[in-house]
């Protein structure tokens, strides 16, 4: 057991940085400060937009899902969205599947690519 652990750290307590609890405090106090901002912050921030986006639909937007399927609402339930996605071709989905609201138009224009 001594190869992984010197003798004289394991016998006297103390680790490479000494025995102030101070700077262990500090080390986790900034772990967790970091981890907030740059992770648990941004977050909540896109869920708040999300739910916004989503809670906004209405008929006749044009939206693209998670899937990458693009579609124009035409009825909104509390939690479905039943889409056109071509001719006639009515889809029904779960509001939170829905990625953007697309700018009016852009249907026709990616149809458009097929021709």
């Keep these: 057991m001594s190869f992984f652990v010197s003798s004289a750290y394991a ?25 907030y901002l740059f992770i648990i912050r941004p977050q909540r921030k896109r869920q ?8 906004a639909l209405s008929k006749g937007d044009e939206v693209v899902l998670t899937s990458g399927m693009l579609g124009k609402v035409i009825k909104v339930d509390d939690n479905y969205v039943v889409l ?23 249907l026709k224009s990616v149809d458009g690519l097929k021709d």
């Design 11 to 35: 016998q006297s307590g103390a680790g490479p940085q000494g025995s102030d609890p101070m700077v262990t405090l500090l080390l986790i106090g900034g772990m967790f400060l970091f981890m």
């Design 48 to 55: 708040k937009e999300h739910s916004a986006l989503v809670s």
């Design 84 to 106: 056109e996605t071509g001719n006639g071709i009515e889809l029904k989905f779960q509001k939170v599947a829905v990625h953007a609201v697309l700018p009016k138009g852009t």
